[in-house]
């Protein structure tokens, strides 16, 4: 679970809500983007385009700086 990596940073490094709404987002795609059995009809790559995949990318990048940076 992604969503439980700013929540497991030292004390006093506090990840702020939104953050880990982020977190969760790409945690509700993991399992549906990779198996192919997940969804009812269709093929993963039938169901996500750069629309859903754009912003996946920017919430990880966000997460990984700020994490980074608590643990700089």
Known sequence: MIAR?????P??????AELIDKARVLDALYIPARYPNSHPEG????????????????????ILEFV???MA
């Open 68 to 70: 980074r940076a608590r």
């Open 43 to 62: 093929a993963p790559f039938e169901h996500y385009g750069p629309l859903q995949s754009g912003e996946a990318i920017r919430y990880a990048g966000e």
């Open 5 to 9: 990596l700013p929540r497991e940073l």
């Open 11 to 16: 004390p006093g490094a506090g990840a702020p």
